[in-house]
T-cell receptor, first 116, second 115 residues
């Protein structure tokens, strides 16, 4: 069964360092997303990406964040200068664009980012 | 601002019992999603509810949607230990008509089923 894959599963980084989280969405999907979940809290939307550009972003997604689809398969989230409060589980998700039949988003296993 | 509220946030129940989790939301969205999350794991899609009056069932779980009341319910029938997890409802926070929107999640209901 097709699935969204994320690497690495766990990343530890020092405050101020740049990190890149990687995702391979399901191959025929057109919409890609990043969400985050701070430990024990709810899942929060960061950004959606369609047709090689950001379609929506939340207030969390400030200038420290960027997304890219560098090739036909990968979708990345970069945090330029990490802060302690960026520590969270980051989920990548993808979906087909079919609002009539099924707009279900499939989530990857997540990358746990720990900023020390 | 779109709000999605779930209750209860914590639910401890005995095996064999029935219970309902409620999800209220504050916009006119006609699409609602239920996800399950096991500790340290990803979000597993359970139900996609696409219209008013939609009802879907899978095993011991049944979800329904009332768009007029802006309410969805997740009903658990004869709970078993394997259902222990956190359950999230989510609504699309659409900004652009016709395009895929982001998901706004509730805080989740942590369900613990005890023998």
């Amino acid at each position: 069964e097709p699935e969204v894959t994320q690497t690495p599963s766990h990343q530890v980084t020092q405050m101020g360092q740049e990190v890149i989280l990687r995702c391979v969405p399901i191959s025929n999907h057109l919409y890609f997303y990043w969400y985050r979940q701070i430990l024990g809290q709810k899942v929060e939307f960061l950004v959606s990406f369609y047709n090689n550009e950001i379609s929506e972003k939340s207030e969390i997604f400030d200038d420290q964040f960027s997304v890219e689809r560098p090739d036909g398969s990968n979708f990345t989230l970069k945090i330029r200068s990490t802060k302690l409060e960026d520590s969270a589980m980051y989920f990548c998700a993808s979906s087909e664009w079919d609002r009539v039949m099924n707009t279900e988003a499939f989530f990857g296993q997540g990358t746990r980012l720990t900023v020390v | 601002e779109l709000k999605v509220e779930q209750n209860p946030l914590f639910l401890s129940m005995q095996e064999g019992k029935n219970y309902t989790i409620y999800c209220n939301y504050s916009t006119t969205s006609d699409r609602l999603y239920w996800y399950r999350q096991d500790p340290g794991k990803s979000l597993e899609s359970l139900f996609v509810l696409l219209s008013n009056g939609a009802v879907k069932q899978e095993g011991r779980l049944m979800a329904s949607l009332d768009t007029k009341a802006r309410l969805s319910t997740l009903h658990i029938t004869a709970a078993v230990h394997d259902l222990s997890a956190t359950y999230f409802c989510a609504v699309e926070g659409l900004k652009y008509g016709g395009s895929q929107g982001n998901l706004i999640f509730g805080k989740g209901t942590k369900l613990s089923v005890k023998p």
